[in-house]
């Protein structure tokens, strides 16, 4: 049997996986493919990390690890789904959920002072942030919109807000003590050790990272962002909303950028609540109410506090002296300081800029918005976009090109700000880059309380990137950006490494270029409005940023694309989209029994890991699949088959029966192989003849509550139940 890996994850895509992964591997096992899931969900990788604290029968096995090492074997084939990129507030909330449900884990230490503490803080740094991701990663990303998702959003293009050219709207950036301007680069001579060393202004040395491994012509970067900086912006950029009558927002990812991100957040709700922490910011501090956990989880302890009304009114009376806050929920109050990991840049200001420069307000209305993003690095590509709507208009998905990615995140690269080499820093003095020989290959000087952070960029990633990007060049015959500024520390070293490699392939006929991210923003713009295609070449945050962006506006969605990361050791890993939206999708489930979660990710990675099957293994049936699902996936869009907006129509439920419908009458009428088609046509023909019933048995459930026994770590049972309501449907699969 061939072999597929199905992730386990969290939220909305893995309620999906409960009723797509049974169709999948019924119609698979006809083809000799087997699946096997891993739990790579948020309560899974916590749970691993307890083994000794658990019975026998709760403990599983590492997945994750796992996985990272299958991801180095050629035959490596891994499809997965979005998981939970976990902040604190989230980390905290499924530790909870676990212990209600009987597994003893800890407690995530607030200030771990004890060696069992730092232990038990260790182990949970593993889960935090974006984890899943370095592990899994082992290859370079080619990220696009499919040919079928693009027809579709032509034919049926989404609703996009209206731009004035009056609109206030506006990103506001540090551009000077930032990380962008304080950066520093070099690459290295040869294989080496470095150690990264706080020199406090006695002279002290506090080793913050002892063994830093480096291979020959690996980029390494450090920066920081001062603190004194950064609040002095803030609060100017607090005073701008409130001036201007804009509502004040801010773009972080606390997720993926597990240290830095947080921390900066924390200054955001610190700024903004200026009054309220200089007179109560002892008392949240003593009952371990953090401003870097957010408004709503200093909002849940005030309760505990013997003068927690009293700060709790100094809150509502800062909100209502300060500027109008952009609002996660405005019907709920939850403004975007209530969680870091509620408004995440990479799919808030696509969302923005789709919606005409607009954001909710506390009225629930739609208002101009001052776009807070500190960090000045990759700030201009969205003021680029705004400036180009407020010039030009909105853009029109009937007729727009498209900007596909080329990513470079192989073995780490690029981890800004989400691992064991950012530190906020204790005291002042000066972070020296060490190496084995005992000398500085970078230093800076900074004050207590500055985020420093360094990361690395390995070269054989790098010409991969290089490799890929000529590839997809070539057979798309696009013109491709790599989107680096000459200007900027890191992006200069990259820039040299580029026009090194580019002449070790054929780039004779092609359109490469090289332009700074603000630029290349502005041309990819001009371009798509022309209806031409250009693909972005960039490195690992603008990968993330730009497979939001570009895919929001053209499709409507970042969930619907094509994910493939073809692994440097020769197998494939097949991303399914986004999975921003997913709790909202949990939550109407729980309440309605509706997911309204698009499962279009999912097929598309399907397909493509079948293809890759196929040509790794010999295995012509997986070709056969892979081409009827493609089908199949046409026909399903064309029908319009994906989940409704409101109860009544079919959710994913649904649209898991018509892909399963149109898949067995593609495998049915082809001719490539009559074993298929004969083993698949009494299905075809019973699922149509069903096709009314099945359907009212997947609407009958809708509009009342439901049971999964926990958000985080549902009960397979019951959530099994739940998404496989239809009797008729499982047994025709049964059948086969």
Known sequence: ????????????????????????????????????????????????QFPERLRAEQRIGDALSELGELANDPSANIIKLPNISASVPQLKAAIAELQQQGYDVPNLPEDPQTEDEKDIA??????????????????????????????????????????????????????ANDFRSNEKSFISPAADVLRIELVDADGDVTVLKEKLPVLEGEVIDATFMSAKALDAFLAETVQQAK???????????????????????????????????????EDLAAAGLSANDGLGAIYAGLGALDNGAEIAAAFEKAIADGPSLAMVNSDKGITGLHVPSDIIIDASMPAMIRGGGHMWGPDGEEADALAVIPDSSYAGVY????????????????????????????????????????????????????????????????????????????????????????????LSNTPAIFWLDETRAHDANLIAKVRQY????????????????????????????????????????????????????????????LSVVPLMAGGGLFETGAGGSAPKHVQQLVEEDYLRWDSLGEFFAL?????????????AKAKVLADTLDAATAAFLENDRSPGRKLGTIDNRGSHFYLGLYWAQELAKQTDDAELSAAFTPLAEKLSAEEETIVGELIAVQGRPVDIGGYYRPDDAKASAVMRPSATLNAALASL
Request: charged letters at 25%; proline letters at 5%.
């Open 1 to 48: 049997m061939s072999k597929i890996i199905y992730t386990h994850t969290d939220e909305a895509p893995l309620l999906a996986t409960y009723s797509l992964l049974p169709l999948i591997e019924a119609y698979a096992g006809k083809a000799g493919v087997e699946f096997e899931t891993r739990d790579i969900s948020l309560a899974g990788r916590i749970l691993a």
């Open 122 to 175: 260790a182990r949970y740094d593993k889960v935090k942030g974006s984890a899943v991701n370095p592990v899994l990663r082992q290859g370079n990303s080619d990220r696009r919109a499919p040919g079928a998702v693009k027809a579709y959003a032509k034919a049926h293009p989404h609703r996009m807000g209206d731009w004035s050219a009056d609109s206030k709207t506006r990103v506001a950036t540090m551009g």
């Open 243 to 281: 001036d201007e009558g804009i509502l004040f927002s801010a773009h972080l990812k606390a997720t993926m950028m597990k240290v830095s991100d947080p921390i900066i957040f924390g200054h955001v709700v610190k700024t903004f609540f200026a009054p309220v922490f200089a007179q109560f910011g």
């Open 383 to 474: 003021q680029a976009a705004i400036d180009d709507c407020r010039l030009n208009g909105k853009l029109d998905p009937a007729t727009m090109g498209t900007v596909p990615n080329v990513g470079l995140m192989a073995q780490k690269a690029e981890e800004y700000g989400s691992h064991d080499k950012t530190f906020e820093i204790p005291v002042s003095g000066t972070v020296r880059v060490v190496n084995s020989a005992g000398e500085v290959v970078l230093e800076h000087a900074v004050e207590s309380g500055d985020i420093w952070r360094a990361c690395q960029t390995k070269d054989a990633p790098i010409r991969d990137w290089v490799k890929l990007a000529v590839t997809r060049a070539r």
């Open 502 to 561: 580019l002449p070790e392939h054929d780039t004779d006929g092609l359109d490469i270029r090289i332009m700074a991210p603000a630029e290349a923003t502005t041309l990819s713009f001009e371009r798509i409005r022309r209806g031409e295609d250009t693909i972005s070449v960039t490195g690992n945050v603008l990968r993330d940023y730009n497979t939001d962006l570009f895919p929001i506006l053209e499709v409507g969605t970042s969930a619907k694309m």
């Open 607 to 619: 397909a493509a890991s079948f293809e890759h099957l196929a040509q790794t293994t010999g295995n």
